[in-house]
């Protein structure tokens, strides 16, 4: 007889006579007993199972949490540098698709649409409102229309008198390209240099006046020409009276 049923027939203080008369009924009974508690064991062995694997997995789940809040703390610093980086860079720099169209632009190159009153949607035909007419901008922006996987490079003058140099890197995924990198410097001040220099080394410092050395390239340059055509080239030399006290 299962236990339970035997501890409620005694609080009910029935006699043996009583089990006894009704013991079909009572095996029974304790029968379904021990069925019911054997259930209620294997309910609680699969519940005990079923809460350590929900507790497992939630465990696994919070790691995957951290791991994954790391991973992005992580990748927010690595994208702040690289802005910090992209914008910091002293180029305006351009990531562009295949049809030309602005996917990403640092502070620079938005600076330098904004200088123009120019909007950055359609980089192409914006640039060759830039470009200074005679700069064969036309075949820059063919150049940059290219279905091409070299970089490319070149100067070009705006339509405000600067001088810029460009390049033009292919991004590539899988081998196939999918947009381009475009970057301009201002050389201004490089070309201003170059010139100075240029004047200087052909020209008198302090008459401003070519100097001996433009002088023997122009004579060349026309002895050349007359070998070339079978002409003649004259000379004229002129003596200026105490330059020397002069100079």
Avoid at 8 to 20: A, H, P
Avoid at 121 to 141: E, H, L, M, P, W
Avoid at 173 to 183: A, E, T
């Amino acid at each position: 007889m299962h236990k339970l049923l035997a501890r409620q027939l005694k609080r009910s203080k029935v006699d043996e006579s009583f089990v006894q008369e009704y013991a079909d009924i009572i095996s029974r009974v304790s029968d379904a007993y021990e069925l019911n508690e054997r259930e209620i064991n294997i309910l609680e062995r699969s519940l005990f199972i079923t809460s350590n694997e929900l507790n497992e997995r939630n465990d696994l789940l919070k790691n995957q949490l951290n791991e994954l809040s790391d991973t992005q703390q992580q990748l927010e610093h690595s994208i702040s540098v690289l802005n910090a980086t992209f914008d910091a860079i002293g180029e305006q720099v351009t990531v562009l698709d295949l049809k030309g169209n602005v996917v990403s632009a640092n502070i620079m190159a938005r600076e330098f649409f904004e200088r123009f009153n120019l909007n950055a949607y359609n980089y192409f035909s914006q640039i060759d409102t830039i470009i200074k007419k005679g700069n064969k901008s036309a075949d820059i922006i063919a150049q940059l229309k290219a279905d091409s996987k070299q970089a490319l490079s070149g100067e070009f003058e705006s339509i405000d008198d600067k001088h810029y140099s460009y390049r033009s890197l292919p991004q590539l995924k899988n081998g196939q390209l999918i947009g381009r990198v475009f970057c301009i410097r201002d050389i201004s001040v490089e070309k201003e240099h170059e010139e100075i220099i240029h004047f200087q080394a052909y020209h008198d410092a302090l008459t401003g006046l070519a100097n001996r050395q433009l002088f023997m390239d122009r004579l060349e340059h026309s002895l050349t020409l007359a070998r070339r055509d079978d002409s003649m080239t004259a000379v004229l030399f002129l003596d200026l009276d105490n330059f020397k006290r002069v100079n």
